[in-house]
């Protein structure tokens, strides 16, 4: 983990006095130690139940404050600050929410959100991957592994999403719609990673990176090629091979329901 420069642990130092914070850890590519030295300090702040964001407005730092459930309910709330140079992001953490969520991926099932700047969808089972990958700094948090049902029910979801939007993939080929197509390959794509990656037991945190641990960046080349609209039906067939995708799962997976 990247180590603690002295305005991020003052920060934390402030976090950790707020009350009904249970937790507080670093999460992230910090966490992973796959970072940049610009990149964002992802700070977790874990309560049970509930929490009042007026403290975190009052430790008045540069940026934005986002109430819990602004974000939605797996992304919740938290904070976008500068802080003398430093990007934090307050990520604030039901325990209720998370336990909840933990306990339906130890059983196989889960959800998916549309979330902004998300190409195929947020699973729930993201908060389990939060604990096991972030650095625990304050309190006591569960570090689940990756459930063996979770590894054949999350796979079958996925690659019904990748099959399904290759479908239309061709469907927008045959209209030429160049910026549809390369859409629907690219969440393709990235749903089949998601799909290899749960079959494997590996936590995803978010989308970054995501083709290249599936061994997918071949999707990059196709879809860097860029060809011309009465090409676009070669680029889809080229993903369906490096995919290895060429029919659709048959039925939808009846333990996972997608959402929003």
Known sequence: MSALDSV?????????????VVAVTIGGSRSLGTNLPTSDWDIGL??????????????GHAGKVVAPGDWGRIMNGGAWWTVEGR??????????????????????????????????????????????????????????????????SAPNYWSYVAAFSLLYADRHAASSEVSNCFGAIAKAAVAEANSRLAGQGEWVLNEKGILGRAGLQQVDAVLSEAPSPGDLSLAVESTRRILNLFRPPPGFPPDAIVRR
């Open 8 to 20: 991020v642990s003052r920060v934390i130092d402030s976090l950790t006095g707020l009350e009904g």
């Open 87 to 152: 990007k934090i992001d307050v990520l604030l953490r039901d325990l209720d929410i998370v336990d909840h969520w933990t306990a339906e991926a130890e059983s196989g099932r889960f959800e998916v959100d549309n979330v902004h700047g998300y190409l195929a969808g947020l699973p729930t089972y993201s908060l389990s991957a939060e604990l096991a990958l972030g650095k625990v700094l304050v309190g006591d948090l569960a570090r689940p592994g990756f459930p063996n049902v979770l590894k054949e």
């Open 46 to 59: 874990y309560y049970r139940t509930a929490f009042s964001v007026d403290q975190l407005r009052g430790l």
